[in-house]
Each structure stands twice: as C-alpha cells, then as structure tokens.
C-alpha cells in the first residue's frame, strides 16, 4: 500500500530494511545487494496510488534503476530537500570532501539565495546519506518551490547569481508533482517550456500557471 499522504519527488527514504520492489524490467543483481548496504531510496515523479514510485542508486555511476516501493513500507526517515538546507548539511561532511566545486559552491549560495530551495541530485543523494556521489564535474541541482512567478528578466538575474561560483546550477520549480526547469524558462528558445508531470511530460506555454495544475 502506498503512503496515504503523497511524498514529493527528490525525497530521500530511508527504510528500516529492504521492504517489496516491483520494476517494469527484471531488477539487477545489484540492487538488492546495494539495498542491503544502504537501504535508501529516492522518490520519483509518478502516481503514487499503488505504490511510490522510486529510484535506487548502485555504487557505480551506470547504476541506476527506477522501480515501485509496495506493500507494507517501514520507513524510518523521510528527509526532503529543503531539510539539507535548514541544517546546512554541507558542513557536516568531511573536509576533504568539502572541497569538491559543489560543496565550494554552496555556502555562497546559501548567503544570497532569499527565496525558498532544497537540494535535489547527486549533491543532496551525498548530504543526506552520507555515500559519496558527487564528482568533481557534478552540477549542483537546486529544488525551487514555484510559489511566486519570475519574470524572465528575473530569472536571467537569478541564474546569473547562482552560476558565479564555479559550478553550473541548475534549478528545478515544482509544485507537488510538478516541475520545469528554471533555466528553459529563463533562455526562452521557444514558446513553450517542457513541464514535468506524474503522468508525463507536456509542453506548455505558462508553466507558472501549469504547474500548479
């Protein structure tokens, strides 16, 4: 049974063991193993009325695999991207791992950033598990809630900001399950922006409006 209360993509669980996976291919070998090692997983975009729809990280790069949690779900922590902020979670890592560019990067962030954000990708995956996943190319990939729309000169401004300090940010705006991404928006190739969906992808043209859908 799925959690009666939806999870938002880019959390991080942490089960108290290994709990039922079911996948659209065969699960690798490797997942059960790494499961064991480190029972965590991170909630993906999707419904969630049988099942939570999530992926598991493998020890190496390639590996990678999107499943469903099902049945019973032993949780014994939910840590969302906006919880590694609010305890600034870079400075509790090693310092030779706070070296690395995306690390360097954020408490400069951290100082000029006055909206609400989280950490999503390899850098939040790190910060609230502890297993080393960032590399020293990584983007650093903040989690935005879309609670108030930019203009596109605002958001060119606020790119500008956050890509001063030698990592290439990239800034997702979700709400629920929704999400686009800022820098699309903010470049304005095209009329439309790519927003993504529980049950898809879809091109619209006011992904502000749309995302609240």
Not at 94 to 115: C, G, W
């Amino acid at each position: 049974m799925a959690s009666l209360v939806p999870i938002a993509p880019h959390t991080i669980i942490r089960l108290v063991a290994p709990t039922d996976f079911e996948g659209s291919v065969p699960i690798p070998s490797w997942v059960p193993a790494a499961l064991q090692q480190m029972p965590v997983v991170v909630v993906r975009r999707g419904p969630q009325l049988n099942g939570i729809p999530v992926g598991v990280r493998g020890p190496q790069r390639n590996q990678r695999w999107a499943g469903w949690l099902k049945g019973p779900i032993n949780m014994a922590q939910q840590i969302s991207p906006e919880q590694l902020v609010t305890t600034k979670a870079w400075q509790m890592i090693t310092p030779n791992r706070q070296q690395l560019p995306v690390f360097q990067a954020l408490p400069a962030i951290a100082s000029i950033m006055s909206l609400p954000w989280g950490l999503g990708g390899s850098a939040g995956f790190e910060l609230a598990t502890g297993q080393a996943a960032v590399k020293p190319t990584s983007d650093l990939d903040l989690i935005m809630p879309a609670q108030h729309p930019l203009t596109v000169s605002a958001a060119q401004q606020l790119l500008q900001a956050l890509n001063q300090f030698g990592v290439h940010v990239d800034v997702q705006l979700v709400a629920g399950q929704n999400g686009f991404s800022l820098e699309e928006y903010a470049q304005q190739r095209t009329t439309t922006v790519l927003l993504k969906t529980a049950q898809g992808p879809q091109l619209v043209t006011n992904p502000w409006q749309a995302v609240k859908n």
